[in-house]
């Protein structure tokens, strides 16, 4: 304090002020003292010295906004620029965005002072991050009257504004109607486009587009990995590599999420490699997305290596809770849990994304008791209140374990009403434990308040298959092709050197569908000799004759892509398969015998997790 002020007085005897510290105070206490020594040296009459205070409170981490308000409203008459700064800084958050349009008011109203573009940038802002559509549209009524509507940083923060509330004909209008329109204006208007998930109105504007910089291309890709679109993502991420700008660090998380999803691992490894090089410098978020692509192309161990390596990028959350989710779908537990405890030592805050990869763990670990402690933990050690995924992850938790009661006490006790994935993760898993009873009047509560979700039909459909009611089935069945509506096929897919290919159940559309058939019949024949039994279980058809049975559990999707490796690589070859929906019990029986069989590691992951065959083990102990 003592070093401070001796400072200060130093700097008051000078020829400079103790404005020029400003930017090296690291603390709210520090910038008071600044203030007081304007107000001793009436230098805060000055509305430069006045601004540059009022942006280092609003600026610093640890600053109150309200002490800011305190020292605006000492100063007499503020300027436009101290106005400026005070509406943009409550612009910022969604609860406070209501003072800007105080200010504003106060402004033009009490002061008499004109608002000029930045004012207008700032008040729309405010109107985007929550204060509201009518009350932007009054804004623009003055940006009229005071002749700015054309002008490019107006238009630009209207769009902005419509196109955060999901407004994208009105931000459309604007942005047609516009005289001027700059890079920015486009970048804006793909990004409402994109928001909403309308990409083909996005991928039209960005054509149109004369120039694109590294926020176009980024915003772009980013829209179709939102929407699912992975691999046209990674086809423009290429495109953008031969005839676009440098990616910067947005693209490539958005590139290794494409690479994730798809289990692209090669294309993962040529971003990880780009990025060693030095072409864009790793962060948190970027450490975050290498984690994430490594383990959900089935690297669990490498993620963990370069989780462990990175300890300089450890301060956030995300590379935590990446290496945490990591853990959790790949089965490793207790790895899981020992990294959240790590992470406690670390001291770095957990949200509420780390409790739904650690519930995870739980879940897929088939530990209840540390998921009760976790879930009870949430509110009172951390102050995170749970939400509707986390109730969902304990239903998920208790419904494995077979604790049916307990998992349907939970859905009763939730101060919010349960979707349908509450629901239907307790329906699934009283198809797992076989309680026809509970999954029947479970199936009803479904049907009653969500009609139209197909996915409960079917898993209503395949509880009463699985049980041989047949007659139930057929009438689930049919109710589901008189709606309209379509289950999603099952679908697997492989990645030959750079190249995907994909499955449906009893697929026949592949180049090489002769050859993987005979191949097929010949695995069959070598796993019935290794002892593997199909399991007629999971036929959900009325099927009596059990080749036909047989045959129909040849045909699944995951079956087809692991004969097209086996057929399509060098022995001693990792196989990687990606399952849209849960892998069944035949083929994760058949898969087993498939690795000792054939000597081969194969990896498949599912809807739910990853599972690691070999040797005629998998990774999951048949726990999934």
């Not at 504007?205 to 980013?222: G, H, K, Q, Y």
């Not at 020992?338 to 995870?360: A, C, G």
Request: include cysteine; glycine fraction near 8%.
């Amino acid at each position: 304090m003592r070093r401070c002020y001796s400072t200060f007085k130093r700097q008051s005897n000078s020829n400079h002020t103790p404005i020029a510290l400003l930017d090296s105070f690291k603390s709210i206490q520090q910038t008071k003292q600044a203030h007081a020594q304007l107000i001793t040296t009436g230098l805060i009459l000055h509305p430069i010295r006045a601004n540059k205070l009022l942006k280092t409170l609003n600026l610093s981490s640890s600053a109150s906004i309200s002490y800011a308000h305190q020292v605006f409203d000492q100063i007499s008459f503020p300027d436009c620029f101290l106005y400026n700064t005070m509406i943009n800084a409550h612009s910022l958050s969604p609860t406070s965005s209501h003072n800007s349009l105080i200010l504003f008011r106060s402004m033009i109203q009490g002061s008499g002072l004109l608002p000029n573009q930045y004012t207008f940038v700032f008040v729309f802002k405010a109107c985007g991050n929550g204060l509201g559509v009518l009350e932007g549209e009054q804004i623009r009524v003055h940006a009229i009257k005071v002749g700015l509507e054309n002008n490019v940083f107006v238009t630009n923060a209207l769009i902005g504004m419509y196109a955060n509330w999901g407004l994208v004909e009105e931000a459309r209008r604007v942005f047609d109607w516009s005289v001027n329109r700059d890079l920015y204006s486009w970048n804006i208007m793909l990004g409402g486009y994109v928001g909403t998930g309308d990409m083909v109105r996005a991928m039209d504007l960005f054509d149109e587009m004369c120039e694109r910089d590294v926020v176009s291309w980024s915003t772009i890709i980013a829209g179709y990995v939102q929407v699912g679109c992975f691999m046209e993502a990674l086809d423009l991420f290429h495109k953008m590599l031969q005839m676009g700008p440098k990616p910067n660090e947005f693209t490539l998380v958005s590139a290794l999420a494409a690479c994730a999803n798809l289990v692209a691992l090669d294309q993962g490894r040529w971003i990880h490699v780009y990025l060693d090089k030095g072409e864009i410098k790793m962060n948190e978020q970027v450490l975050a997305s290498l984690i994430d692509m490594y383990s959900k192309c089935g690297e669990i161990e490498f993620a963990s290596k370069i989780f462990h390596y990175e300890r300089g990028l450890k301060r956030k959350v995300w590379p935590w809770n990446a290496m945490i989710g990591g853990f959790a779908m790949h089965g490793k537990s207790k790895e899981a849990i020992d990294t959240f405890e790590q992470m406690k030592i670390e001291r770095v805050s957990p949200n509420k994304v780390t409790f739904i990869t650690l519930l995870n763990a739980c879940s897929h670990g088939n530990m209840v008791h540390e998921g009760r402690g976790y879930f009870e933990s949430m509110a009172s050690s951390y102050g995170i209140e749970p939400e509707i995924e986390h109730y969902g992850c304990m239903v998920d938790l208790l419904g494995r374990t077979g604790l049916l009661k307990e998992a349907e006490e939970v859905i009763s006790s939730m101060p919010m009403a349960p979707d349908a994935a509450i629901w239907g993760a307790l329906l699934g898993a009283c198809r797992i434990h076989k309680d026809m009873k509970r999954g029947e009047r479970v199936g009803k509560v479904l049907k009653d308040l969500h009609s139209n979700h197909i996915g409960c039909h079917v898993l209503l459909s395949n509880i009463y298959s699985a049980s041989g009611r047949w007659n139930e089935a057929n009438i689930v069945r049919e109710k589901i092709e008189v709606s309209g509506r379509k289950k999603i096929p099952g679908c697997s897919s492989i990645e030959l050197n750079g190249v995907f290919h994909q499955f449906l159940v009893g697929d026949r559309s592949h180049p090489q569908t002769k050859q993987l058939y005979s191949f097929l019949e010949e695995m069959t024949v070598k796993l019935k000799i290794a002892g593997y039994v199909p399991e007629f279980g999971e036929v959900l058809l009325d099927i009596v004759d059990e080749e036909d049975k047989e045959t129909a559990l040849s045909k699944h999707s995951e079956k087809l892509a692991i004969a097209f490796g086996l057929m399509n690589t060098a022995p001693g070859t990792p196989i990687r398969i990606v399952k849209n929906l849960r892998v069944c019990g035949d083929c994760h029986q058949a898969t087993k015998f498939i690795s000792k069989v054939y000597d081969r590691e194969i990896i498949v992951r599912d809807r739910i997790r990853f599972h690691h065959f070999k040797d005629g083990i998998c990774s999951c102990k048949d726990y999934w």
